[in-house]
């Protein structure tokens, strides 16, 4: 016997030895039940409600610093390559000032000798010119690139900026609508318990936690339980239909009811 099917007929039993010492009809045993999961259900609904919105904020604050950080590092590297192409410009300024100061000076000179070298030396101020520029020029093109990345960067921030603080938003509306909810149904929920008898409520609450979505008493959907979808033969659905035993799902365990439980009159 598999262990899950053990703990379903271990609770079906103590379900069974609950019914026998009462004398409230099944029937509403199990529509209070089933009531009880309702109200139950809903407080889970609040807690998957909260659960995940202060996660995605905070994994959204981290994306935004992570790309603040991007940003100001993308800056700073900006306004150095801007110094750098400064320089450069600087450079060739200086360079051009010189060969006006040769070119004046080859005006007097006396000598070939003299001639030669201002020559020679207005020939290399033309290179480190064109060596300046050419540099600028790869400067200036880093710098184009890295304003195309911090635009993008800027785009995805106000993107993300906007979702934090819709989700904030949400969040502080949910916290404030449901706190008041959450309270009401836990007092409601507290309610029903006390319509239920101990030893049944403890194998609601011990199915209940064995599964994440804290399903413990489902309806029968299109032939299937509620709770594992596994189908339920037809002789198993007509004794539910009859409300006469307490009938626990054989592949997972919750106990199932008919669809029409919560018309019955108790
Ligand atoms: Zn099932």
Same mark, same amino acid.
């Given at each position: 016997?598999?262990?899950?099917?053990?703990?379903?007929?271990?609770?079906?039993?103590?379900?069974?030895?609950?019914?026998?010492?009462?004398? *409230?009809?099944?029937?509403?045993?199990?529509?209070?039940?089933? =009531?009880?999961?309702?109200?139950?259900?809903?407080?889970?609904?609040?807690?998957?409600?909260?659960?995940?919105?202060?996660?995605?904020?905070? +994994?959204?604050?981290? =994306? @935004?610093?992570?790309?603040?950080?991007?940003?100001?590092?993308? &800056?700073?590297?900006?306004?150095?390559? /801007?110094?750098?192409?400064?320089?450069?410009?600087?450079?060739?300024?200086?360079?051009?000032?010189?060969?006006?100061?040769?070119?004046?000076?080859?005006?007097?000179?006396?000598? $070939?000798?003299?001639? +030669?070298?201002?020559?020679?030396?207005?020939?290399?101020?033309?290179?480190?010119?064109?060596?300046?520029?050419?540099?600028?020029?790869?400067?200036?093109? &880093?710098?184009?690139?890295?304003? &195309?990345?911090?635009?993008?960067?800027?785009?995805?921030?106000?993107?993300?900026?906007?979702?934090? /603080?819709?989700?904030?938003? /949400?969040? %502080?509306?949910?916290?404030?609508?449901?706190?008041?909810? =959450?309270?009401?149904?836990?007092?409601?929920?507290?309610?029903?318990?006390?319509?239920?008898?101990?030893?049944?409520?403890?194998?609601?609450?011990?199915?209940?936690?064995?599964?994440? $979505?804290?399903?413990?008493?489902?309806?029968?959907?299109?032939?299937?339980?509620?709770?594992?979808? $596994?189908? @339920?033969?037809?002789?198993? &659905?007509? %004794?539910?239909?009859? $409300?006469?035993?307490? *009938?626990?799902?054989?592949?997972?365990?919750?106990?199932?009811?008919?669809?029409?439980?919560?018309? *019955?009159? /108790?």
């Amino acid at each position: 016997m598999h262990k899950n099917e053990y703990q379903s007929c271990a609770i079906l039993l103590i379900m069974a030895k609950a019914v026998v010492h009462t004398e *409230i009809p099944i029937a509403t045993k199990l529509k209070h039940l089933y =009531e009880l999961q309702l109200i139950d259900s809903e407080i889970d609904k609040i807690k998957v409600l909260k659960g995940e919105l202060p996660m995605i904020v905070s +994994d959204l604050e981290d =994306e @935004i610093s992570g790309l603040n950080i991007r940003l100001s590092k993308l &800056q700073n590297a900006i306004s150095d390559l /801007e110094k750098e192409a400064g320089n450069f410009k600087t450079s060739a300024k200086a360079s051009e000032d010189a060969i006006k100061k040769y070119e004046k000076q080859l005006d007097g000179v006396k000598n $070939n000798r003299e001639f +030669d070298a201002l020559t020679k030396e207005i020939n290399m101020q033309r290179l480190e010119i064109q060596l300046f520029e050419k540099r600028k020029k790869e400067v200036d093109e &880093q710098i184009k690139m890295k304003k &195309q990345n911090l635009d993008g960067i800027k785009d995805r921030l106000k993107l993300k900026q906007a979702e934090i /603080e819709e989700k904030k938003a /949400e969040l %502080e509306k949910i916290i404030e609508k449901t706190d008041k909810e =959450e309270s009401a149904l836990r007092s409601k929920s507290d309610k029903s318990r006390k319509k239920i008898e101990a030893r049944l409520l403890h194998a609601y609450d011990t199915i209940r936690k064995r599964y994440r $979505n804290g399903l413990s008493v489902v309806t029968v959907k299109r032939n299937a339980c509620g709770g594992c979808f $596994n189908q @339920i033969p037809p002789q198993m &659905q007509l %004794e539910i239909g009859l $409300n006469k035993k307490i *009938i626990a799902c054989e592949h997972c365990g919750r106990v199932l009811v008919d669809e029409l439980i919560l018309s *019955i009159e /108790e």
